[in-house]
């Protein structure tokens, strides 16, 4: 620093010295920066445009996710420049169960559907009475439930005696007719859907979890203020803690599922919301565990500092609250149920795929990394060479292998989540590169001295190493979570055709791809919205340590 | 040529020089080569002589314990007190023989091995309208397979297991104590460290990496297609037919097709790598130069392709460029173009387009690390060339080039055979569209090896050329690899630069 402080004043000094040479210095220096501003605003033209170009598709991508695939009319075609409107429809027709833009597509409708929309609908007829009257008077007679409006429509129009413009209002009424109906249907089945079986399911969970985290964390300082001995307490607030996971877990299972009118709860339901519960008391106790153990003690160290009154402690209360609470969210956004409409359960499935692929594919990876890295042992140069030429191989090669393999296990189709979970990191000890590289930077003096010390491998490892690898660990972990949201290949391979066990890549790949891809653009826009937002805001977050990875691996091959 | 002159040499000449020379020492190397085979299958043959030696010795002065363990594994391991080690090595011995020996005859190893040289010979008939299944070749290659890595795993776990007896027989002799099951225990965190973090892994490539490698390039050899589909029909050994339907001149079938798709292979490959790379270092001198501001912004806007995911901004574009999509909408709408252009329909449009767009999802990439990597230019270099009175692009060429060219040397071979194998662009883009009658299995104009290797898997279930494209891309990658690694200097040491 003090040197390239020191390098400006002696410029300066001996500008003063030589009296002469400040002048041309400065109109050198004007010159140049008056060549440095063109560079520069070529620099900035260049930089804006690629940011059009760069964002352009992003935008549209956007702007087209709001156009409602149902009022384009019967063509659907969303296809086209985006105009001017705003509607959520798209975001609301991934919440339908059972969902297709088919339903929707209304063309005609019989006599009893056409005038109950009109019913429904009191603006509509009151506006277009005359067209409305002309109609009713023509359909009089005919059956509600079999004769079609169309029918109806070209008797009217073969009809003379009434006049042309009277016949083409009743023509142009009927098509509003059409897509009022088309909206009727819509919101009806939404609200059925969302208000009818989402919010519920959210909120009571919400509620619940919500409940049982308040519970616990007011029996930690209702304990905690009982009794100091904190490893007697300790043991008895993980009896109590599981006495509450249990009865939590009982009541989610039998009344929850079963009030929003799934089928009763099967063995499967038992085992899934046991992992879960247990994943959350293990996160829970943790928590409240170190916490509430180092907090009070470190504090009590402080010579001085007044002892921890109650009040203290409920002042905490919140902060772990929240913490339990944002867990619980996480944990049921895992869970979201396949009863649900076929993209909730997509994203359920990547969800939980992801959760899980990140959490086992970053302890393989980095176990892997640190035993090549740090670790000499026989056979150790064989593996790497090994896993070279393995990795020549093109990964497709193995699919229809693995699906036999994954079928005899009983993790194709219905059981593809697992499935995929098993493929994804089975394998991924082969990607060990970049950490590794990380792990040769780590001066191997470290491990010495702890070695001396009478630390075990073990301890070397999850105590000096592991602190120091946060960003490839960090690296890590965002690799693995993003990698299964884009995974086409597998994830279609191994769900093959059951619809319920797609993950969002396949399943928005469908509706772009399939043959009336027209009535679906829009929505595989809305839905790819949904998943790229957090996907790019965790990426965004991070993105420093992906540089890093990035770049060292680069750098190191 | 002596070191001197090579020095004087200019770069291209250089470089000329290298692959000459790497060229000219092919039929030394491979002499060299075949005359290391030779050493080496004779100490190959000397071990195993060396080996039965050391079984048959153990056998002979080793005590009952010992011996009886060649019949009952870990039996030693046992009576010697440690049983932690014995029974691992009986509960494997019990596992291997109840998978070899299974009581439903045609469920156990011994079945499948027996059957490996046809591939089953029983069809599945029809009976009364009742379907008989006879043999499935497919099961019996898979786990004919998998027996022979059970017995190799069998035959090395048993050798262990002698040695061990050896080897606490001798201990024991010397009046040290054995190792506590405890000890062995703890040893796993400490001493054997690394048995414990790579178990596991080692297990999940095995199985699910090399397993199904090793059945695909059998499958290569046989007529697995969608004519020999188990468990209706039996499919069975044919030696190179495969090799030599796709490796054929006429232009007709597979062989020309197979010319076609290789050639863009290597040309798409070609493209996405060096493209990127010089239009991703230009934009990352350009954000990073002097004087300009909002650098943070510039970049976040460019990663925005990264941090998408694909399947999301790689349809929507691909859509975007349709016939029916928005680019020609708007070109026709602004009067342009008075027919839409065919981006996806003629062979050339496609090629280009797809290149063109894999340059948008490309330039991040290459904008973040040579971002990196100039930062840590020497400034100095800089410095003194300005004195010298170089201009921006002679300092572009003579340091940031070869700087960057070094440094990221094995990055541009990576990335080449990473772009052999981007299946996800061209799937997502284009779908190796369009197609034609000119090529056969399916392929069209933008397919890479990789993708028609997919098509082959998934749509057409012609299992047996679809092995023959991987293994030939792999014989691709790992000549590319091959050569490239003689002839780029940072591949071979690291540290040279520094």
Redesign the interface.
Known sequence: MSTMKKVPEADVMTDNKSGVAPESKIEKTRSKSGH?RR??TA??V??IV??V???T??V??VCQSFRSFLNEGGGMVP???PQKGFSLDNYKALFIKGFTAKKYLVNDLTLQEFFDTLDGDETLARDNAEAAALLRSAAEGRDPAKDTISSVMSAVQKDESVGQDKRDAASAFMRTVFSAARNQRFENDFRQDFNGRFIPWWTKTFVIGACFSLAVVALCILLKRLNENSDQLYRFRLLIMLGILIAAYLCYVLTIKQQMGYAPAAAGDYVQLGIIFLLFALFSLLAVNSFLKREGKLLQQIPGYPPETAWDKIKKAPVLFLEFLAMFVVMTCALIPTENSDYVGWYGNTLTIALFTAVIQTV?VL??S??LSR?R?KG?KL?MNV?L??G???????????Y??LKSLGMTGPGAVPGLI??Y??????GYYISKGFFDTIPKSLDESARIDGA???QV?LKIIMPLAKPIVIYTVLMAF?GP??D??FAS?VAFGNVPTYNV?VG??QW?NVADYQGY?TL??AG?VL??VP??AL??AL?KY??EG??G????? | MTDLDYLKLSKPKKLLYRMGAFFKAIPKKTGHFFANLGKKILRFFKGIGAWFAEVFSTFRDGDWKTRLSYLIMGFGSIARGQWGRGVLFLLFQTVFNVYMFFPDASKSGCFYLAKLSTLGTVETQKINRRTVYGDNS??IL?YGVLTLFFIAAFIYTWYQNIRQNRISEQILKSGHKLKTTKEDV?SL???Q??K???A???L??T???????I??ILVAFTNFDATHQPPGKLFTWVGWDNFRQLLSTDTESYGGTFRQVLLWTLIWAFFATFLNYFLGMM?AI??N?K??KLKKV?R??????????????L???S??FAQ???IN??LM?WGWIQSPIPFWTDPMWARFTVILINV?IGIP?LM??A???LMNIPADLYESARIDGANAFQMYQKITLPYMLF?????L??SF?GNI?N??VI??LSGGKPLSMELSGNAGYTDL??TW??KM??NDTN?KL??VI?IL??VV??VI?LITYNLIP??KN?EDFQ
């Not at chain 1, 020549?392 to 693995?402: A, D, V, W």
């Not at chain 1, 990191?425 to 082969?430: I, N, P």
């Not at chain 2, 976040?300 to 694909?310: D, E, H, S």
């Open positions: 440095e560079v520069n620099v900035y260049v930089l690629m940011s170009v760069w964002l598709p992003f549209f991508l296809y086209v420049i393989i176990s892997v640190y035993a670790l042992f150790r593996i896993v030429v393995l020549l191989f093109p990964g497709f090669l193995s699919m229809i292998t693995l036999f393999l098993l493929i990191c089975a394998s991924s000890g082969m075990t491998r073990f490892f993003m949201w884009g086409y290949v391979y890549a928005l790949y772009v653009f595989f826009c790819g998943v790229a996907i790019t990426f965004l993105q992906y540089v990035v770049t691996g680069a750098v190191k091959g | 497919f099961f898979l703890t965190m400490d001493e460290f690394h414990t973090l790579l596991l892994p080692t999940g490539v199985v699910f990496t090399i397993l199904p490698i059945f695909m934009v350009m954000i130069k004087g300009i510039w976040t806007i460019l990663v925005m392709t990264i941090a998408i995911p694909q399947f999301v901004s349809l929507y574009v859509k975007m029916d999509g928005l909408a708007y709408k948008w990439y973040l690390i971002t990196g990597i440094v990221t040397g094995p990055y071979l990576t055979t194998n299946f996800n799937f997502l090896l990789i290797l997919y898997t998934v299992y679809a092995a991987g891309v792999f990658l790992a690899n940072s591949v690291e």
